[in-house]
Nanobody, 126 residues
Framework: VQLVDSGGGLVQFGGSLTLSCVAS????????IGWFRQAPGKEREAVSC????????YYADTVKGRFTISRDNAKNAMYLQMISLKPEDTALYYC????????????????????WGQGTLVTVSS
């Protein structure tokens, strides 16, 4: 049972990236999915999540309108499409899975995550 995330890299201000996360050993569509990020010297924070029941989505205010979470059940994968990237988006991004994701949406919510990807680094230059 694991998540493998990828797609990070170096991009200029205003650029775009799409992160991918492939699940193995279980069926992703039965779970809530999401993405966290951790910038240097900061706590890990929830960026986005998608409920398992009805695919309701949540976005942090800092990324709303720029990031889009999605899942592809046929590929057992999830994605985070990021546009209009800013230097403050620079962080290590982690995909995450659990039965529910609502508990993730508060400070310290990362402790409720059941399964993590290994992280992929996104660096946005100014």
């Amino acid at each position: 049972v694991q998540l493998v995330d990828s797609g990070g890299g170096l991009v200029q201000f205003g650029g775009s990236l799409t992160l991918s996360c492939v699940a193995s050993g279980f069926t992703l569509d039965e779970y809530a999915i999401g993405w966290f990020r951790q910038a240097p010297g900061k706590e890990r924070e929830a960026v986005s999540c998608m409920f398992a029941t009805d695919n309701t989505t949540y976005y942090a205010d800092t990324v709303k309108g720029r990031f889009t979470i999605s899942r592809d059940n046929a590929k057992n994968a999830m994605y985070l499409q990021m546009i209009s990237l800013k230097p403050e988006d620079t962080a290590l991004y982690y995909c995450a899975v659990d039965q529910v994701c609502a508990p993730w949406l508060v400070s310290g919510g990362d402790k409720y995550v059941e399964l993590w990807g290994q992280g992929t680094l996104v660096t946005v230059s100014s």
